[in-house]
């Protein structure tokens, strides 16, 4: 009589097994999680590199020009250097030079207000000096005061977050 073999893993085996992929699992959950950081981290220096650019403007090219603008667009974050974002100077992607910041996961906070679809957020800095005036919104008009005082902004991308604050000399911290 023929006798028939056993073709079952052996606990040992099945164990190895296990492990491999518990280490896989561990190891893909570090690489997604560190995507996520990263990119709220690119974003955090891409706003940073923006507001710089924004107030070396105003310091060459005159205050009229010293505008560091931001709005959302399709869920993404775009930014603009130049004149203000305001119902006199509409957004418009296709003669003002917006630059894409980041990707629709990635939420812009201000203060206690997040900046959403077709919103836009200008700050503002003096020519002279580079100093920090303050921010208007594109809904506000041109004669109302500028919100003023050290504005404290916040890349946030699910559990992710970068902070920025720009204090009265124009400083990024």
Do not use: H
């Not at 418009?92 to 030079?97: L, W, Y």
């Amino acid at each position: 009589m023929r006798r028939l073999e056993n073709k079952a893993f052996t606990y040992v085996e099945l164990l190895i097994a296990i492990t491999i992929m518990t280490l896989m699992v561990g190891f893909a959950s570090i690489t997604i999680n560190t995507v996520y950081r990263n990119d709220v981290n690119r974003a955090a220096d891409k706003v940073y590199s923006s507001i710089n650019a924004g107030r070396t403007t105003s310091l060459t090219n005159g205050s009229k020009n010293g505008w560091c603008n931001f709005t959302v667009k399709n869920g993404n974050l775009y930014c603009y250097n130049g004149p203000r974002i305001s119902d006199a100077n509409p957004v418009d992607f296709t003669t003002q030079n917006w630059e894409k910041i980041c990707a629709k996961n990635i939420k812009l906070m201000y203060g206690a207000s997040t900046l959403g679809e077709g919103d836009c957020l200008s700050l503002n800095f003096k020519q002279s000096t580079g100093e920090y005036n303050g921010y208007k919104t594109k809904s506000t008009l041109d004669t109302d005061p500028f919100v003023s005082g050290d504005l404290y902004i916040k890349l946030k991308n699910n559990s992710r977050e970068a902070n920025l604050k720009i204090n009265k000399f124009g400083k990024i911290e």
